[in-house]
């Protein structure tokens, strides 16, 4: 029964995620936001809901190795998306169709995951009202990059395919409607997810920074392939980095949900490798965003994106052999 409850709410992601990447489409074009800005902010946030729900909910029935891992695997999982991004995408490489100003997000994760890796290998820890004040610096972090993106950069509409005329209110609605089965399927994951780790044997950091970390980004995976599909990359590319570095203050809200002492003081060791794969990777990005040459092509492929796969599939072996 447990897997079956597990590949329900797998089931309500993958649909709901891609209503919310059409509804963000006609957001970003009707809005004159623009891809880069709604994927990065308000499509990330939404998509990012089941991390934040099961980190949470996992945080409160004293789960901090599935919390934490959630969010680190996540971030990897999410990045090796580009991987698949450039599978669908048919016309060269996604990484040399979008904008430069994804680099400001792709660099605030690198950082928000180098003040993640340092925290838990140094295993310095000081509290502010029984919370770790790293978490508290990476939510700061996070508010001031946002910032910084909102002033520096300016995304423009893409134009895009199949569009519905329909006004900004019912696209809202419907938006937050999608959002909403989103949240409720991630809270089922974490308890399901607990079981899973118990009944399998794997542990509870392998169960959460991979098996639940792959099914709470099911809606950053479909999202950005339907983004990819209807000609809007940016929104892929926001959606993805957008999502990463919301993922980060998610940390804040586990250790405000765990008692007794910061969450990153208690977890296993081990979320440093994931912490540090999703710094390796954010910087592949960076890479990738800034040198774009189509003659570099590895059987067929942006080099830059079989890094970023392989990346992820070595983080994973690091983190099944511990």
């Given at each position: 029964m447990i897997w079956i409850q597990f590949v329900i709410c797998a089931i309500v992601i993958i649909f709901a995620g891609d209503k919310l990447s059409r509804h963000a489409d006609l957001i970003a074009e009707r809005s004159s936001l623009g891809g880069l800005w709604v994927g990065s902010v308000l499509l990330a946030a939404a998509t990012s809901l089941p991390e934040l729900a099961t980190s949470v909910s996992s945080s409160m029935m004293n789960i901090p190795d599935i919390a934490v891992g959630n969010v680190?695997?996540?971030?990897?999982?999410?990045?090796?998306?580009?991987?698949?991004m450039d599978l669908v995408y048919?016309?060269?490489?996604?990484?040399?169709?979008?904008?430069?100003?994804?680099?400001?997000?792709?660099?605030?994760?690198?950082?928000?995951?180098?003040?993640?890796?340092?925290?838990?290998?140094?295993?310095?820890?000081?509290?502010v009202w029984g919370v770790g004040l790293e978490t508290i610096v990476i939510a700061g972090v996070y508010i001031l990059g946002l910032r910084?993106?909102?002033?520096?950069?300016?995304?423009?509409?893409?134009?895009?395919?199949?569009?519905?005329?329909?006004?900004?209110g019912p696209t809202y609605l419907k938006f937050a409607i999608a959002a909403a089965f989103i949240v409720v399927a991630g809270v089922g994951l974490s308890n399901s997810a607990d079981q899973i780790a118990e009944l399998t044997?794997?542990?509870?950091?392998?169960?959460?920074?991979?098996?639940?970390a792959f099914t709470t980004s099911l809606p950053e995976l479909v999202a950005s392939i339907t983004a990819v599909r209807i000609g809007a990359i940016n929104l892929a590319f926001g959606n993805i980095l957008g999502s990463n570095i919301f993922n980060m203050i998610i940390l804040l809200a586990a250790d405000i949900a765990y008692t007794g002492s910061p969450i990153l003081a208690v977890v296993e060791p081990v979320h440093a490798?994931?912490?540090?794969?999703?710094?390796?990777?954010?910087?592949?990005?960076?890479?990738?965003?800034?040198?774009?040459?189509?003659?570099?092509?590895?059987?067929?492929?942006?080099?830059?994106?079989?890094?970023?796969?392989l990346a992820y599939l070595t983080g994973s072996y690091a983190l099944y052999i511990q």
């Open positions: 680190f695997g996540s971030n990897i999982f999410n990045l090796a998306i580009i991987f698949i048919r016309q060269g490489s996604t990484l040399h169709v979008a904008e430069h100003g994804h680099i400001v997000s792709a660099f605030l994760g690198l950082v928000l995951s180098a003040i993640a890796v340092l925290s838990i290998v140094t295993q310095t820890h000081p509290q910084y993106m909102h002033n520096k950069v300016e995304g423009q509409p893409e134009p895009t395919q199949d569009r519905v005329e329909t006004s900004l044997g794997l542990g509870r950091t392998f169960i959460g920074s991979l098996l639940v490798i994931t912490a540090l794969f999703g710094f390796i990777m954010s910087l592949l990005v960076i890479i990738g965003l800034t040198f774009r040459s189509e003659r570099l092509r590895f059987l067929g492929m942006n080099p830059i994106s079989w890094a970023l796969f």
